[in-house]
């Protein structure tokens, strides 16, 4: 027998969550359907933990100031970036437990299946169909990832899963100088890894004003290696992988992707 719903919302993120919010307001009979991890992409791997990375790289580079007030010794500051990337999970592990939390109080509304469209009012969750008045779909995004360069997956990281990474490496690559790039570029370089940045124009971060972007561009080159163009991945090398932007070569030892991300709505 199907199970009728007056709206059925695929995808637990943020999205879906402030929809189910809605929602309640209007009718009990609802459903929420997700199958994979829960906790939000802000809460996992996006604005939350990037901020906590973000103030550990702030503090260390405050060292840099310590002599205009008369502190000394700051050359002996050290850091063991392990234990900054185990802290900042830590942190993330609290944001998505606070997320899990706040479902408890509607848990019996949610649906842990993988749901995929019948028609315009019926989902096939597997075992079991349902159909619902209205389906919002909230499914998220997936982060860019050039098809020509997953022939190099050992080399890249993505944002889903670099605060997964129990140590930073020396020398990385940022592709991509959007928000996320520039807030996790300049970041990597204050912890003390050498970054190259290749981004295509000099709207850094989004930044539309010629001037700002000039004074953008400028600040943000002093603390890492910033080129204009095109990347392109020529292959390993001895020592990590081979980047060239405008004839330029640099070997990293990660290439960071920050290119943007791509709704998540083929497999529905």
Avoid at 109 to 138: M, P, S, Y
Avoid at 234 to 241: Q, V
Wanted: charged share 25%.
């Amino acid at each position: 027998m199907t199970k009728e719903y007056d709206v059925a919302i695929i995808g637990a993120g943020t999205a879906g969550l402030t929809a189910r919010s809605q929602v309640a307001r209007r009718t009990d009979n609802y459903v929420v359907i997700d199958h994979g991890i829960l906790g939000t992409t802000c809460a996992r791997i996006g604005c939350m933990p990037s901020k906590a990375l973000i103030e550990v790289a702030n503090t260390y580079h405050r060292r840099l100031q310590f002599d205009p007030f008369g502190i000394t010794g700051a050359e002996n500051v050290g850091i063991d970036r392990k234990a900054v990337m185990r802290h900042v999970r830590e942190l993330r592990d609290y944001f998505t437990s606070s997320v899990r939390n706040g479902m408890k109080d509607w848990e019996s509304h949610l649906i842990r299946k993988r749901a995929r469209f019948v028609d315009a009012n019926t989902l096939d969750l597997g075992d079991e169909t349902i159909r619902a008045k209205k389906i919002i779909i909230a499914t998220g995004s997936k982060p860019v990832v050039p098809e020509a360069w997953k022939a190099y997956s050992d080399y890249l990281i993505d944002t889903d899963v670099f605060f997964e990474l129990t140590d930073l490496p020396s020398r990385i690559s940022v592709i991509g100088l959007g928000m996320v790039g520039i807030e996790l570029g300049q970041a990597l370089a204050r912890l003390g890894v050498d970054v190259i940045a290749i981004t295509l124009d000099k709207a850094i971060g989004g930044l539309t004003d010629p001037a700002i972007q000039e004074y953008a561009f400028d600040s943000f080159a002093k603390e890492m290696t910033i080129r204009l163009g095109t990347a392109e991945i020529i292959g390993k090398e001895k020592g990590g992988l081979k980047i060239v932007c405008n004839d330029e070569s640099f070997i990293v030892d990660k290439v960071l992707l920050t290119m943007g991300r791509r709704p998540v709505v083929n497999d529905l």
